[in-house]
């Protein structure tokens, strides 16, 4: 038998869930950890949002981190993990589809590492979704990569948050990636706090809530 797990690193990882079980839910979160984190680290956001007839689902990568080099580098550098990040992403939205919820009653969330993959996704793979949330990230390659995406995220809200002096992610990578969301047909909302860091505030978790409250 191959060993293939090195050419797809992410499959077959743990799905952390919270919330309400699909067979139940109104809507789904699946949320994208950062570099070192977990899935049940960012899965403790879903108690800010306050929505406990949500289902919030957080895929597991191996070793906590999608890549191994800054989302900025060429995508060869990065390869297997970021084709294998969102192979996980596709398989976990098929399985809520699956479930008999439409992907536009899914959100895909995601901090850090996570936000580059969900942005990224979203763009390689449009159509109508509950939302689209990338807080400190943007979508992935180096600067003057193609971003030859095709087809119409159907005023898909998409909210982008990050610091102006985040030390990982160019605010200008942040500027572009709502310029191409946009483009998308994606209804965007970019915020970009001052002196921030690379963190979450309380004006994001207040945005998804809402987000949240009103699907």
């Known amino acids: 038998m191959i060993d293939d797990s090195n ?17 139940e839910s109104r809507a789904v979160v699946i949320m994208v950890h950062g570099r070192g984190a977990t ?3 960012i899965l403790t956001l879903a108690e ?3 929505q406990p007839d949500v289902a919030y689902l957080a895929p597991q990568a191996r070793d906590n981190t999608w890549y191994p080099h800054t989302f900025l580098a ?19 939205l ?39 949330v990338g807080l400190s990230g943007g979508l992935i390659g180096p600067d003057g990569a ?12 998409v909210f982008l948050g990050c610091s102006d002096v985040d030390f990982h992610i160019p605010l200008q990578r942040v500027n572009e990636t709502a310029d191409v969301l946009a483009g998308l047909n994606g209804r965007v909302t970019k915020r970009i ?18 987000l949240l409250k009103d699907m």
């Open 94 to 132: 098929e399985q809520v589809e699956q479930a008999g919820i439409g992907k536009e009653r899914v959100v895909l969330f995601g901090f850090s590492q996570g936000a580059c993959l969900v942005t990224e996704y979203a763009a390689r793979n449009t159509g109508r979704y509950g939302g689209i």
């Open 7 to 23: 050419l797809y690193p992410h499959q077959n990882q743990p799905v952390e869930k919270k919330g309400a079980p699909l067979s």
């Open 74 to 92: 060429p995508l060869s550098q990065n390869s297997p993990g970021i084709s294998s990040a969102l192979l996980a992403i596709g398989e976990l």
């Open 193 to 210: 706090y001052e002196g921030m860091g690379h963190t979450v505030n309380q004006d994001e978790v207040d945005f998804i809530r809402n």
């Open 39 to 41: 899935a049940e680290s």
């Open 146 to 157: 193609s971003r030859d995406y095709k087809g119409s995220l159907e005023q898909t809200p």
């Open 48 to 50: 800010e949002f306050k």
